[in-house]
T-cell receptor
Framework: GAVVSQHPSWVICKSGTSVKIECRSL??????MFWYRQFPKQSLMLMAT?????????EQGVEKDKFLINHASLTLSTLTVTSAHPEDSSFYIC??????????????FGEGSWLTVV | GENVEQHPSTLSVQEGDSAVIKCTYS??????FPWYKQELGKGPQLIID?????GEKKDQRIAVTLNKTAKHFSLHITETQPEDSAVYFC???????????FGTGTSLTVIP
């Protein structure tokens, strides 16, 4: 299947700082990327949907000024957690969907990024 | 919007037995149903999927069935092995793939 790479896989940052997580589709062009947050033993919570070259669409309750999403190219989307606080500590996962006809509407997930804010 | 329900939330089976996880969906426009396996600390991995023009799909020990009329689909794992232990998520999507709605997950434990 298609490969989606996420980096870093684990990051620890100080409270008040910002941290960037990258999501790359390695072998296909991702017109749409999704960002999720997952708490222990819970399902995936969709945070936002980003389409290449346009602004991300955020789910209700997600602060767009705190979770900055950039989808600058067909293979890269970034999530920046600004002014991080301990309650932002979580497992963040991205997924990517290719163009219609290429991987169809199948989505593939990255390996996830553990964020710990101390 | 779409509502996907998944049962059971936890499932324990003896090694070698079969495991079945069921999902229902509400939107008749949904026509793509993937299943993902998530191991601890990792991202979900696609293990099998089915589209609405097919009633059943099989890949070795894994099979998925779809009943469009009843709006439910199921994951079947036969001859379970300890390495099958993980959390499994079902999902439903429309043909455009603009929205994927996930079930709440099933934690499967295969007891050696």
């Amino acid at each position: 299947g298609a490969v989606v790479s996420q980096h870093p896989s684990w990051v620890i940052c100080k409270s008040g700082t910002s941290v960037k997580i990258e999501c790359r589709s390695l072998d296909f062009q991702a017109t749409t990327m999704f960002w999720y947050r997952q708490f222990p033993k819970q399902s995936l919570m969709l945070m936002a949907t980003s389409n290449e070259g346009s602004k991300a669409t955020y789910e209700q309750g997600v602060e767009k000024d705190k979770f900055l999403i950039n989808h600058a190219s067909l293979t890269l989307s970034t999530l920046t957690v600004t002014s991080a606080h301990p309650e932002d500590s979580s497992f963040y996962i991205c997924s990517a969907r290719g163009r219609s006809g290429i991987s169809g509407n199948t989505i593939y997930f990255g390996e996830g990024s553990w964020l710990t804010v101390v | 919007g779409e509502n996907v329900e998944q049962h059971p939330s936890t499932l324990s089976v003896q090694e070698g037995d079969s495991a079945v996880i069921k999902c229902t969906y509400s939107d008749s426009a949904s026509n793509y149903f993937p299943w993902y396996k998530q191991e601890l600390g990792k991202g979900p991995q696609l293990i099998i999927d089915i589209r609405s023009n097919v009633g059943e799909k099989k890949d070795q020990r894994i099979a998925v069935t779809l009943n469009k009329t009843a709006k439910h689909f199921s994951l079947h794992i036969t001859e379970t092995q300890p390495e099958d232990s993980a959390v499994y998520f079902c999902a439903a999507s429309d043909s455009a793939g603009n929205q994927f709605y996930f079930g709440t997950g099933t934690s499967l434990t295969v007891i050696p």
